[in-house]
């Protein structure tokens, strides 16, 4: 190839075909449902059948296994009915004060009242619950006597009361259907004995002040009655009742003797 020698290309040229405007489109794209049919899931169902059925069965062993092996724990429930309808006092002002609207507060005081150790103690030490509960093992420097004289607090007793109610629900859980059951009983007994015995001891305390100051107010009448009598001698009362002296029964004598005169004078001018 020599330079400046040029060589015409016999090849065809192709024309460019004219391009068209692009118009927007209108059609919006089908979409596609993805979802698989029921058949398909039915398909892996029977292919997957033993696997599921082995994993329920395992699942249903494990339970009954686990079942077995957990204690059962049974929980007894007692009521009580709280009664506030008696007036908080028989004499003087605090029979006729009106209860306020303090049932809460009422209520919260007698769950105290339950969980009180001279509620719990009598039934702690008939059924040994604290050895059962296991409550002084952490603590082995602890003597019987110091043990004897905790306070008691039984952590399987559990009290509640329904809203807006006066209902008090002792209850207790225990392995022992019994011993719940008449852990739960005795619990609401001695409740009930430790609120009598305190409304006793209060009348027998008010009736042994209502005698004191009954004894007080005999001897303060006798002693004014003595010091009357002395005034009464002092002022010659004669009817201590009447209250007369012998300076008013010499006029009304001289009184009667003057009208008998006149009737005399008067029967006598008439004869």
């Known amino acids: 190839m020599m330079s400046g020698q040029t060589f015409n290309s016999n090849l065809p040229v192709l024309a460019e075909r004219p391009r068209l405007p692009a118009w927007p489109s209108t059609l919006e794209p089908v979409a596609e449902d993805s979802t698989p049919p029921v058949a398909h899931h039915l398909w892996v169902l029977r292919r997957q059948r033993w696997k599921i059925l082995s994993?329920?069965?395992?699942?249903?062993?494990?339970?009954?296994?686990?079942?077995?092996?957990?204690?059962?724990?049974?929980?007894?429930?007692?009521?009580?009915?709280?009664?506030?309808?008696?007036?908080?006092?028989?004499?003087?002002?605090?029979?006729?004060?009106?209860?306020?609207?303090?049932?809460?507060?009422?209520?919260?005081?007698?769950?105290?009242?339950?969980?009180?150790?001279?509620?719990?103690?009598?039934?702690?030490?008939?059924?040994?619950l604290l050895d059962r509960e296991r409550q002084f093992q952490d603590l082995p420097q602890l003597s019987p006597a110091q043990v004897e004289a905790a306070p008691i607090l039984l952590h399987n007793l559990k009290i509640t009361r329904p809203p807006n109610t006066y209902l008090l629900l002792v209850?207790?859980?225990?392995?022992?259907?019994?011993?719940?059951?008449?852990?739960?009983?005795?619990?609401?007994?001695?409740?009930?004995?430790?609120?009598?015995?305190?409304?006793?001891?209060?009348?027998?305390?008010?009736?042994?002040?209502?005698?004191?100051?009954?004894?007080?107010?005999?001897?303060?009448?006798?002693?004014?009655?003595?010091?009357?009598?002395?005034?009464?001698?002092?002022?010659?009362?004669?009817?201590?009742e009447e209250k007369t002296s012998i300076l008013s029964s010499r006029l009304l004598q001289l009184n009667t003797e003057y009208t008998n005169a006149q009737t005399d004078r008067v029967r006598k001018e008439a004869e």
Not at 60 to 69: D, F, G, P, Q, Y
Not at 213 to 240: D, T, Y
């Open 171 to 240: 209850s207790y859980r225990s392995p022992d259907a019994h011993l719940a059951a008449n852990v739960a009983n005795s619990v609401a007994n001695s409740y009930l004995e430790h609120i009598y015995s305190l409304r006793v001891r209060s009348s027998t305390n008010l009736a042994s002040y209502m005698e004191k100051e009954i004894e007080e107010l005999k001897a303060k009448m006798e002693g004014s009655a003595r010091r009357l009598v002395e005034f009464e001698r002092e002022l010659n009362v004669i009817n201590p």
């Open 55 to 128: 994993f329920i069965f395992a699942c249903e062993l494990a339970t009954l296994i686990v079942s077995s092996r957990v204690t059962s724990i049974f929980e007894s429930t007692a009521v009580i009915d709280i009664d506030r309808q008696a007036p908080s006092g028989v004499i003087g002002d605090d029979s006729t004060r009106a209860t306020g609207n303090d049932a809460d507060q009422f209520l919260a005081t007698q769950i105290k009242l339950i969980q009180a150790d001279s509620v719990l103690r009598p039934v702690a030490q008939k059924y040994k």
